[in-house]
């Protein structure tokens, strides 16, 4: 089989990484791709991962490269190509391809339309309401005592979410929002929620329109800064399993949010199939859901795929094919911890082009593997190209020995400016 894999970010790593261990696939190409996915090669024959220089959202290119090329499968990581609708275009062209239709992405694409979709079909979450005026907003507001949390309906790069502690604040979000246009477009209408107080896990479940297979769970890191503190990021680090959920509540989480979203998706005729991502906390009266996303997470695949014993392109294909009912996911007892490496600045502004070393040595640990995020190679060398650079991922016999083998890889590993938490998966241990 020829797979195409779409992005540039550690994520794509992951699955370049993992569905090249596949005795499927017979060639491989990813656009971008990143200094780590080219330096993959396929078990089956020893051939390299290709790395084909054209971006994620240039749909037209990349169609005639899968034609050209007559890729098999197509696996689609970023939220971007999806909610601009990569995924029908493929389709209408006679393309298998791996990922969400324009439809399904507007569960990331729209929190006032996820919002409204909870509540329709009875999926908990926290007490909202949808808005288009701000005086309206700002009275609903008022009635939570100004606790909240108000959040731009569009994509926003992860910035559109402001949390307000009491009512001044929150009628300044309101405003910043939707009369200053802080997030442009994208906050013309708002979603707000009252304020939740728990713990927070990532889950991810693959779906085929009709039956959706849960993962264990794990939990991202977005603070740039230890104990939590410090800007929002695209995620600092993860690990999984978590101690937050056993299986029992697990599977009691997914028949209380996956059962009702299958059967609403099948109501809505959205024909729902790739990756669900549900941000849940976990509150005193159950579960809730904050937010879905369309997509695996960043970093969230990175220590999934290293525990899942599945062969992917097999999960991949039952997605597309509707046939996953007849497939039981295995995971590796094994816990996995990852550790992003970023750039001295990051979320902030930040230099390119450091040269990094050490990354053999961090690779020979046992155990062990160091994802390329915003990697390049220049002049024969591997040097920093953007704010997360590298995901250092160990695993181990529980989350504390994984823990110590991932920070034992990034001591491996040197770039001017290094930044990186040094207390991911510290929770799972308290
Ligand atoms: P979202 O993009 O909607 O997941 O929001 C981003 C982050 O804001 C979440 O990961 C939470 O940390 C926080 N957040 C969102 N909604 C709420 C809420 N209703 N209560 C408390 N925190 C929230």
């Known amino acids: ?13 992951a699955l370049v990484w993992k569905l090249a261990q596949s005795p499927h696939v017979t060639q491989m190409w990813c656009a971008p791709g990143n200094a780590g996915i080219s330096s993959e090669c396929l078990t089956k024959n020893g051939a390299p991962v290709g790395c084909v220089n054209l971006a994620a959202e240039d749909l037209p290119r990349l169609l005639a490269f899968a034609q050209e090329k007559q890729v098999d499968l197509t696996v689609v990581g970023p939220d971007n190509p999806l909610a601009l609708g990569i995924v029908d275009l493929f389709q209408q062209h006679g393309l298998k391809i791996w990922g969400v239709n324009r439809k399904a992405a507007q569960f990331e694409s729209s929190k006032v339309f996820s919002q409204k979709f909870m509540e329709k079909y009875g999926i908990p979450t926290a007490a909202a309401g949808t808005f288009s005026e701000a005086a309206a907003a700002k009275r609903f507001c008022a009635t939570l005592g100004g606790k909240c949390v108000v959040k731009a309906d569009g994509l926003a790069l992860g910035k559109g979410v402001l949390i307000c502690a009491n009512q001044a604040e929150a009628e300044k979000a309101v405003d910043e929002i939707m009369i200053g246009k802080a997030f442009g477009a994208a906050g013309a209408n708002v979603v707000i929620q009252e304020y939740l107080e728990g713990i927070e896990v990532s889950l991810h479940a693959l779906c085929d329109g009709k039956t959706a297979k849960i ?81 695996f997470g960043d970093p969230e695949t990175q220590v999934y795929l290293t525990r899942l014993e599945n062969d992917l392109v ?89 823990q110590a083998a991932a920070y034992a890889a990034v001591a491996e590993i040197h770039f001017e400016g290094a930044q990186f938490r040094r207390d991911i998966a510290a929770k799972a241990m308290l």
């Not at 024909?271 to 005193?284: A, E, H, M, S």
């Not at 597309?320 to 990852?338: K, Y």
């Not at 155990?367 to 953007?386: E, M, R, S, Y």
């Open 314 to 402: 097999e999960l991949l294909d039952a997605s597309v094919s509707g046939t996953l009912d007849a497939i039981e996911l295995n995971w590796s007892p094994r816990a996995s911890v990852c550790v992003i490496m970023a750039s001295g600045g990051y979320p902030g502004n930040y230099p390119k082009g450091k040269i990094i070393t050490g990354l053999d040595a961090a690779n020979r640990l046992p155990h062990t593997k160091v994802f390329h995020a915003g990697t390049a190679l220049q002049d024969g060398q591997i040097v920093t190209n953007g704010g997360r650079v590298l995901g250092v991922t160990a695993g181990g016999a529980d989350v504390r020995a994984a």
């Open 1 to 13: 089989m020829k797979i195409l894999v779409i992005g540039s970010g550690g994520r794509e790593h």
């Open 215 to 295: 993962f264990p769970t794990s939990q991202d890191h977005k603070r740039a800064l230890d104990g939590d503190l410090g800007l929002n990021t695209g995620g600092m680090g993860t690990y999984s399993p978590t101690p937050f959920l056993s299986d029992t509540q697990l599977a009691d989480v997914a028949a209380r949010v996956l059962e009702p979203f299958m059967r609403g998706c099948v109501a809505e005729g959205i024909d729902y199939r790739g990756l669900l991502y549900p941000g849940v906390i976990l509150t005193k009266s159950g579960p809730k859901i904050l937010e879905f996303n369309a997509r």
